[in-house]
């Protein structure tokens, strides 16, 4: 029953308190509570929906409500009921009421996006998603801006700054990517719990960044210096970042899993693996599938080699990983949901004949986020090792990430292709260690009553 928002199959004085309490903050529900707010059935929660609401809760019946409804057009009865099959993915309405939240919002451009005059009908849709996500962080902030550390104060002003720019450039898509990040950091992390390796873990990611675009690294591509250079600069940021001293190409190969510490930590993750059930799996591919933010991220792709500092990944990893921490209630558990759910779509395309798939079609590009040249590997990297993290501990999965890295750097002759890939797998390797460690699931779950 749409509107029946307590789940008592009425419609009454007790929906209408709940209605209050949702207009609140309507992002601390669930999916399905807040496709039942959308009554009037367009994809967005609007102040029509909420004068159809009110108006039902006073006459509690459809049909006495449809007659009594005067100067606006009601739902007819029928419309109020739908049947929803457990395998149906519940998308949540975009917001659109008039709230007091908006003027208290950290961003000035909310209130000029409505202004924004004959956009077409792609524009209007993102800048509608913009609002969503700038009104959807701004009610996340509130409830945290109290208790932010230093840290993510002045994290949280760079990127509200950033935000502010984007919008002046009319950089729209880029700009509700940058939103919906920084709704995830709200939603989702606290520096609080953090260790001081974590804490300081992307400073290193951050550097391995600016070396692929450094005049140190172009010089390595062009044969004027040797493997050595960019291992050296490396290892320099290692130690002042994380206080990590080594010698890349001095490092042994990976751990051996006939150790028995190590073959249990491994067996551990298969179990988890095992656990994983064909319903939590269709949740996930569907979430994939039909998630309105998750695909907004995955669709930022880039032609091949054009991604060099593995920029369009991360993004779509931590709603993928959230969306199966909230499927299994556990981070090994979604390690592990995320493990098979990486390997069994992209089985599934590939066994689809050549000749009936388009020619620029990415075969693993099914499920998984990433650009034409990385498909499900930089996802692999970044579950394996942030799973590790959880299994040992952060800086002993960055060692092991680094050994295994360097061995195939090492088995393909220190190339040019073979260092890029070492660096941008390490990337990959670095956010999926600080996001898996980092996401606090008590926020997460506060976020889905």
């Known amino acids: ?37 959308d009554i009037n059935q367009n994809g967005y929660f609007d102040d029509e929906d909420i004068l159809f609401l009110k108006h039902l809760y006073k006459y509690k019946n459809p049909y006495i409500a449809q007659e009594k409804a005067q100067n606006f057009i009601f739902p007819q009865p029928r419309e109020l009921y739908r049947y929803l099959p457990t395998y149906e993915y519940i998308q949540q309405p975009l917001f659109s009421i008039s709230h007091d939240i908006i003027r208290r919002t950290p961003f000035v451009f909310l209130g000029q996006i409505k202004g924004i ?39 949280t002003e760079r990127k509200i700054k950033r935000c502010e720019e984007l919008f002046n450039e009319k950089k729209y898509y880029q700009l509700l990517l940058d939103l919906t990040s920084l709704v995830e950091d ?4 606290s520096t609080v719990t953090q260790s001081e390796f974590i804490q300081k873990i992307l400073y290193v990611r951050d550097h ?55 073959y249990l930590d491994r067996a551990e993750w298969q179990v988890y693996k095992s656990k994983t059930s064909i319903e939590d799996f269709k949740k996930l591919v569907l979430y994939a599938q039909y998630d309105r933010r998750y695909l907004r991220a995955v669709s930022r792709t880039s032609p091949k080699f054009n991604d060099i500092q593995l920029e369009n990944h991360n993004l779509p990893m931590i709603l993928l990983f959230r969306e199966a921490l909230r499927i299994t209630k556990s981070k090994k558990a979604a390690i592990g949901l995320l493990d098979e759910s990486v390997r069994i779509p992209m089985g599934w395309v590939k066994s689809i004949p050549e000749k009936m798939l388009p020619s620029s079609i990415a075969l693993e590009n099914f499920l998984l986020p990433g650009n ?7 996802t692999r ?24 890295e360097n061995l195939d750097l090492k088995t393909n002759g220190y190339s040019l292709e073979a260092m890029n ?23 997460l779950y506060k976020m889905d009553q």
């Open 208 to 262: 391995l960044k600016d070396i692929l675009v450094s005049k140190e690294y172009q010089a390595f591509k062009d044969g004027k210096s040797n493997y050595l250079t960019i291992f050296r600069i490396i290892e320099s940021h290692l130690k002042s970042d994380l206080n990590i001293s080594l010698k890349l190409d001095e490092l042994p190969p990976p751990r051996d899993f006939t150790n028995l510490e190590n």
């Open 1 to 37: 029953m749409l509107g029946d928002l307590n789940s008592d199959n009425q419609w009454n004085e007790l929906d209408e308190t709940e209605l209050n309490n949702i207009i609140n903050n309507p992002f601390m529900k669930s999916s399905l509570i807040q496709h039942k707010i």
């Open 186 to 189: 709200a939603e989702t992390l």
């Open 421 to 443: 890939e070492f660096i941008r797998d390490t990337i990959a390797n670095i956010n999926g260690i600080y996001y898996i460690v980092s996401i606090n699931p008590d926020l």
């Open 372 to 378: 034409k040249e990385d498909g499900s590997d930089k």
């Open 117 to 155: 005059e004959d956009p077409s009908c792609y524009s209007k849709r993102v800048l509608d998603e913009i609002f969503t996500e700038a009104v959807r962080f701004a009610f996340a902030y509130e409830l945290r801006k109290r208790d932010l550390t230093d840290t993510e104060r002045n994290y």
């Open 381 to 404: 990297h970044w579950n394996v090792f942030g799973g590790v993290a959880l299994y040992k501990s952060p800086k002993e999965s960055l060692l092991l990430a680094l050994q295994r």
